[in-house]
């Protein structure tokens, strides 16, 4: 039976929906600019009434209404474009952390004014061509030295700003961990508080709003999923593993790996294994330090051994204004200290490893000739970490009767392998190692040389036998005196010390005394002139000559595909960063649309609800006279 005094019970529900209405509008225009904040709304729903079927229902006219209840404050989310959000967010962060970083590398090599590597570089040809002029001054190899000395002031300082970069990356690898941990403590630390909250029947909006910030700042480090299917656990995977299961959280953690050259790395810290490389700031930290920067190390590196190989081996057989010959142009901090390159890589005080980095044959070749005869060549693979492990570690190379000497060399510089060959001044074939591509093999050093015919033997005067690579006769590094299988009349240079660019000097006696400095091919006591500018030409020519610095034929090609190379990957960068710039705003204005709190239409409802809660209020006035007239009527 329905209360004489019921419609005060019904009147206080209308005034109390009314004013929590109202205070959630407060509440929206309270976080108006709070990042991440979604607009809440009263979800009002009618109070359950009198007299519902059933067999001791009152016989009354119809159902009797009890007033108003809040059913639920919820959220408006549309869960599509937050997992839109989530799924772009790594790949907007991968590109904007690359492109930031490419416009660093950019800068590296985009100097102007007379200070840059580049304008050293052609002063340095420039002074070798003014010495083959003026051959018997003094004053032109001054020159020559003064600028020599600033060309590798120059390479230094440009490895010097690489190295720092690197450093900067590494450096951000382990910031990054650090908040990817803070983020899923706390991650897990609210999806405790959610639950809590959820077992008592509310809704926790602004942990929920709060805990979707984390996982949206979250997504911009690493490529992850959320899965909400449980309604008792929130999940977040990362490729395809899970990181957070409700109140546990999966942490990662840094550490340095061996043979990694100072390099942290990431892995899981529960089963140390490590981490897959896909989107994120966090991969593109990692590709950035172990790909991009190494390779304009490597480059910068490559460029410097090879510019001192060639010149010195040129410059060995010349003669200076003293009569001496045989002296090194530039000089560099050998990998070892055994003239033979020999080494004792696990310090055992046996050695066992051979680490030289060129080798020379002892006759001179016809770039054009056929080669007459048969064979192949096995070169040790250039892998990387990236690399198929299932790929035969070695490259063959075969050649053929009608093939000429071009042609080999031209198809061992395209093989894949980790050796770059040329004929030289004296038309000599010579092989030099490139940096390695593995963090576990040292830079600069012939891995494994092999061939079953006479074009590495008694052709070119490379080894001293043919063979195949499992062998007596295959040179292989992975031993002591490996330089006994070459050709007596060959010869050789001993690998550089990690980072030559870092270390490589003009030769200090030719600093002190520029009349060292060897122009002429002959000396006077041997029939020649010590005036003779023959040596200082060639090498002058080296500049343009085709000796195959990488994937480049010559000096000058190598400093314009160095520019284009990291034009292009930093144009790239820049696209694909706008690319997913432009996805993200349009998707957060949908968001927007639909999370934002209006101030229009928080004004309209706040005006609604003080209407309903006046209507409450009159109506609960109307009943207080009703109730003072029955009152005195009785």
């Known amino acids: 039976m329905q209360s004489t005094f019921s419609g005060v019970e019904l009147s206080k529900r209308a005034l109390f929906a009314q004013m929590q209405g109202l205070t959630t509008v407060g509440h929206n225009l309270s976080n108006i600019n709070t990042a991440g904040y979604s607009k809440q709304n009263v979800r009002l729903q009618s109070t359950q009434p009198l ?9 009354t006219p119809g159902q009797i209404g009890q007033g108003v209840d809040i059913a639920a404050i919820v959220r408006q989310r549309d869960m599509q474009i937050e997992g839109q959000i989530v ?22 090599y985009n100097e102007v004014g007379n200070s840059s590597l580049r304008n050293a570089f052609d002063k340095f040809w420039e002074s070798w061509q003014e010495v083959s002029v003026y051959p018997e001054q003094v004053g032109s190899r001054q020159v020559l030295v003064r600028r020599s000395e600033t060309l590798m002031s120059e390479v230094k300082t440009q490895h010097s700003r690489l190295s720092q970069i690197e450093e900067a990356l590494n450096t951000e690898v382990n910031v990054i961990v650090g908040t990817i941990n803070t983020l899923l403590a706390d991650i897990s630390a609210l999806n405790r508080r959610i639950e809590e909250v959820r077992q008592l029947g509310d809704n926790p909006n602004d942990l929920l709003d709060r ?10 480090i690493i490529n992850v999923q959320t899965d909400e299917s449980d309604p008792d656990e929130f999940f977040v995977h990362f490729n395809g593993k899970v990181i957070v299961q409700g109140k546990i959280n999966r942490p990662l953690e840094v550490y340095l790996p061996e043979n990694s050259r100072g390099n942290t790395d990431v892995r899981w810290a529960d089963t140390q294994d490590s981490i897959d490389r896909t989107g994120g700031t966090l991969s593109a930290v990692l590709e950035l330090r172990d790909t991009d920067v190494k390779h304009e190390l490597d480059n910068l590196n490559l460029f410097t051994i090879s510019l001192t190989d060639a010149v010195n081996r040129l410059h060995r057989q010349g003669f200076g204004l003293t009569g001496e010959t045989g002296v090194s142009f530039f000089t560099e901090s ?11 890589s696990d310090n055992d005080g046996v050695l066992d490893q051979t680490l030289v980095y060129s080798l020379g044959g002892a006759h001179s070749l016809d770039s054009t000739a056929l080669i007459g005869f048969e064979g192949e060549i096995t070169l040790e693979r250039a892998i990387d970490s990236t690399t198929s492990s299932t790929l035969d570690p070695f490259v063959t190379i075969g050649y053929g009767a ?7 060399i031209d198809r061992i510089n395209a093989s894949g392998s980790q050796i770059n060959a040329y004929l030289d001044n004296n038309s000599r074939l010579i092989m030099r190692a490139v940096p390695s591509q593995s963090f576990d093999t040292p830079d600069f050093v012939i891995k494994s040389i092999a061939d079953t015919g006479e074009f590495l033997a008694g052709y070119s005067g490379l080894l001293a036998n043919p063979g195949s690579i499992d062998s007596l006769n295959a040179y292989t590094w992975q031993t002591a005196d490996a330089l006994s299988v070459l050709n007596p009349q060959s010869d050789f240079g001993v ?6 660019s870092a270390y490589t000097e003009v030769n200090a006696a030719i ?11 002959q000396y006077a006591l041997s029939g020649g002139e010590p005036g003779d500018g023959n040596l200082a030409r060639k090498i002058a020519s080296l500049r343009s000559q085709n000796i195959q610095i990488g994937l480049s034929k010559n000096f000058n090609d190598f400093f314009a595909d160095a ?23 349009k998707l957060g204005d949908q968001q927007q649309a639909v999370a934002g709190v209006n101030l229009d239409e928080e004004l309209q409802d706040m005006i609604k609800y003080q209407t309903g809660y006046e209507a409450a209020a009159r109506f609960l006035t109307n009943l207080e006279e009703m109730y003072e007239v029955l009152l005195t009527m009785v």
């Open 511 to 521: 600093v002190e005394d520029p009349r060292l400095v060897a122009a002429s091919e």
């Open 51 to 59: 007299y519902e079927p059933g067999a001791m229902r009152r016989h």
């Open 495 to 500: 690998a550089p010390f990690k980072n030559p």
């Open 87 to 108: 799924e772009f967010s790594h790949l907007e962060g991968f590109w904007n952390k690359k492109s930031s970083y490419m416009l660093k590398l950019e800068e590296v």
């Open 402 to 408: 009608n093939d000429t000497v071009q042609d080999v």
């Open 563 to 585: 520019l284009a190379f990291i034009g292009s990957k930093g144009e790239e960068a820049e696209t694909k960063m706008k690319t997913y710039d432009l996805i993200l705003q």
């Open 211 to 220: 805990r979707d910030v984390l996982v949206g700042q979250l997504s911009h």
């Open 334 to 344: 050998s990998a070892v200290i055994d003239a033979r390159g020999n080494f004792d």
